[in-house]
């Protein structure tokens, strides 16, 4: 089962930041948060993951509370390309570990 | 450097049939994971391959199997199809075992069984 809860939607203005939050009370001390994103029709897209601290690419930025009980993914400047279902996820380290996914958060970037 | 490619990109098959899925990872990845993906149950992982063995498992029935050779290529077999199995299926490839952060994902199967 996924460890993590999101809300299934949320809309934002083009241009303006995207703030999706994600819920993961019961992580543990060596799990990442991770985030992927699933443009219709399309593959999965891996766009950050982290421990405990803030990270940023060029794509987003992870803000992860101090407690790592949630956290929160940044599109700093949305744009109708973005409009996407979001994954967060919360995975151990070592080999065998694996993905879960749950059902996501559908963003739509309005116009 | 070319991407996850998965042949076919659609498929129609009946009840009862067999069906064979070939995923081709990035050049130089050697983890192979395949997802099948439902309205009903979201992406839900099937295994992983790694050095022509099977590394990690999903919970789905024996129906599913798959197979990687020499080359990383990957195959996965699904047996006496049901309606059931209609879905994306989904491949993706990292450089080693663990390394989510480099896992690419091909634009998958689609699969709808008759």
């Known amino acids: 089962d996924a460890k993590t809860t999101q809300p299934p939607s949320m809309d934002c203005a083009e241009g303006r930041a995207a703030n999706l939050p994600c819920n993961h009370s019961?992580?543990?001390?060596?799990?990442?948060v991770y985030w992927y994103r699933q443009i219709h029709s399309q593959g999965p897209q891996y766009i950050i993951h982290g421990l405990k601290n803030n990270e940023t690419n060029e794509m987003a930025s992870l803000i992860i509370t101090e407690d790592r009980k949630s956290s929160t993914l940044i599109l700093p400047h949305a744009t109708l390309r973005d409009t996407a279902v979001y994954y967060c996820i919360v995975r151990g380290t070592g080999a065998n570990s694996k993905l879960t996914f749950g059902k996501g958060i559908t963003l739509s970037v309005r116009p | 450097k070319a991407g996850v490619t998965q042949t076919p990109r659609y498929l129609i098959k009946t009840r009862g049939q067999q069906v064979t899925l070939s995923c081709s990872p990035i050049s130089g990845h050697r983890s192979v994971s395949w997802y099948q993906q439902t309205p009903g149950q979201g992406l839900q992982f099937l295994f992983e391959?790694?050095?022509?063995?099977?590394?990690n498992k999903g919970n789905f029935p024996g129906r599913f199997s798959g197979r990687q050779f020499s080359n990383s290529r990957s195959e996965m077999n699904v047996s006496t199809l049901e309606l059931g199995d209609s879905a994306l299926y989904l491949c993706a490839s990292s450089l080693q075992r663990g390394d989510y952060n480099e896992q690419f994902f091909g634009p998958g199967t689609r699969l709808t069984v008759l």
């Open positions: 391959y790694f050095s022509e063995t099977q590394r």
């Open positions: 019961t992580i543990s001390g060596n799990e990442y």
